[in-house]
């Protein structure tokens, strides 16, 4: 959504309408026939692809609006089971996806919400451009490469490798992971369901401010959870985006601000990130910093946050007219996708009714980003 930079931690926080446009999208996918898959393989992996395989299952395991997914085994068992994800026809360079049902326009939005404060030009080209990362799996391959490298050492994540064989422009296979993705987690104990919400945001904080790469796709399938291993296996990499110091910067200080609840310095950093101009009324100051606070909630407690309980958006709602009125700037390129997958973070705790030391995790990592000299 842009201004504030801070996520909503429910689903309350969109328009029902939107909510389900955006479903449509996601479930508006049709398989390719076998003839046509067997082409995309042949044409990206040569006509012998078949003999690096054991088996390969002809018929998809899933489909997306992009593509669908294969599974298969390898010929020499070295990573066991795979999954091939091959693109759709067309799809290489064209930034849409092709379920045919088109994107929000403004008749989504409630009548009370002013459609233009939400700048859907801007939107819509952050879209795309996602869109077209998301269909070049060779860039895919190398970020799931570089997070396999960055989260070698981890103790509770993983990333399965990528069998470059067996990958090109529309075809990514990598090892087959298990597990269950994290919103079928709701039965395990409390302090399993808390361990989990602690690493997941964990990893959100490492992603910004350590790596400055990351994968912003929110969707909860992209995060298996192992109970043999008591770990989490990552997926899906084509939404991946980086992050400048001078951004991540000023991010941190944001969130510091927002914690201690200084909202004088939420509105100065706001402005070195440009989601201000300086020139806004003091309505629109006002709800700006307010909305920062509210969501920086996880962050200003000492004690462990409860996501389950709390209610935040309801308060973020209710300042929406002025901040989506009174805006006079889009917010920066790259909170889109980092917001995006703070608020599902967010939401996948309150799912999972996690307690989570929120302050503590962030403030450790905030004296590693300064090397304990934080900037006055």
């Not at 044409?43 to 489909?63: V, Y």
């Not at 996880?298 to 989506?324: D, I, K, Y």
Request: proline letters at 9%; charged letters at 25%; aromatic letters at 10%.
């Amino acid at each position: 959504m842009g201004s504030p930079p801070f996520p909503p931690p429910d689903p309350d926080f969109l328009p029902p309408e939107l909510l389900q446009a955006l479903e449509r999208l996601r479930q508006g996918a049709d398989f390719m026939p076998r003839w046509q898959s067997t082409q995309v393989l042949d044409e990206e992996l040569g006509p012998t692809w078949r003999e690096k395989l054991l088996e390969f299952q002809d018929i998809p395991f899933a489909a997306a609006s992009i593509g669908q997914v294969h599974l298969g085994m390898l010929l020499d068992g070295g990573f066991g089971g795979c999954l091939i994800p091959l693109l759709y026809p067309g799809c290489v360079g064209i930034p849409w996806d092709n379920t045919g049902k088109g994107l929000p326009n403004p008749s989504f939005f409630p009548p009370e919400i002013p459609f233009p404060g939400l700048f859907p030009e801007k939107s819509l080209e952050v879209l795309q451009k996602e869109l077209e990362w998301e269909c070049d799996y060779q860039r895919e391959a190398q970020c799931a490469r570089t997070f396999r490298d960055l989260l070698r050492d981890d103790p509770f994540f993983s990333v399965p490798r990528v069998v470059d064989e067996l990958s090109a422009s529309r075809v990514l296979t990598m090892e087959l992971a298990s597990g269950m993705p994290l919103d079928q987690c709701q039965d395990l104990s409390q302090g399993v369901r808390d361990e989990i919400c602690t690493q997941l945001l964990r990893l959100c904080l490492m992603e910004l401010f350590e790596f400055r790469l990351m994968q912003t796709d929110p969707n909860w399938a992209n995060f298996l959870y192992d109970p043999t291993q008591h770990k989490v296996t990552l997926l899906d990499f084509g939404a991946t985006r980086s992050f400048d110091k001078e951004f991540t910067d000023h991010y941190i200080e944001v969130i510091r601000a927002a914690a201690d609840g200084d909202k004088e310095k939420v509105l100065q950093k706001s402005r070195d990130l440009k989601f201000l101009t300086g020139f806004e009324c003091k309505a629109m100051l006002s709800a700006h910093s307010s909305a920062a606070l509210l969501l920086a909630a996880p962050f200003s407690r000492r004690a462990p946050f409860r996501f389950g309980a709390q209610r935040t958006a309801r308060g973020v709602r209710a300042l929406l007219r002025p901040l989506l009125r009174l805006r006079l700037t889009p917010p920066p390129e790259p909170s889109y996708g980092l917001h995006r997958k703070l608020a599902g973070a967010f939401l996948c705790c309150a799912r999972l009714q996690g307690r989570v030391r929120c302050r503590r995790l962030f403030l450790r990592l905030h004296r590693r980003y300064w090397g304990g000299n934080p900037p006055r």
